[in-house]
């Protein structure tokens, strides 16, 4: 499970990392943990007391954003939060509409 969040702390905040890699690094990911757990991992707030998907907004890697929400069945309600607050803090009104 560690490795597998240090590569998606990766792709959601290094800055050599290629956006069209994404939805292959997510796969492998996925493949790694049973689908639940790496869908709980990725709505834990486990990157600097935030969610990767937060992190993918934040920091413009809406790639990596499609490719990880992608792997989440149900959204938690705490992960739909940081979602709200990563919207409000890159004035994304688009994608806070979508939530």
């Known amino acids: ?7 998606v702390r990766d792709l959601v905040s290094a ?3 290629t956006p069209s890699s994404a939805a292959r690094i997510v796969d492998a990911c996925a ?11 990725l709505q834990t707030a486990n990157i600097e007391d ?4 937060y992190w993918a907004i934040v920091n413009d890697r809406l790639e990596a954003f499609s490719a990880l929400a992608g792997a989440i ?13 990563a919207c409000m803090i890159t004035n994304d009104q688009a994608l806070f509409a979508q939530l």
Do not use: G, K
Request: aromatic share 10%.
């Open 1 to 7: 499970q560690d490795s597998v969040l240090s590569r």
């Open 15 to 17: 800055p050599e990392s």
């Open 31 to 41: 493949a790694a943990l049973p689908n639940e757990e790496f869908s709980d991992l």
């Open 50 to 53: 935030h969610t990767a998907l």
């Open 73 to 85: 069945s149900e959204f938690s309600y705490n992960c739909y939060s940081d979602l709200r607050l």
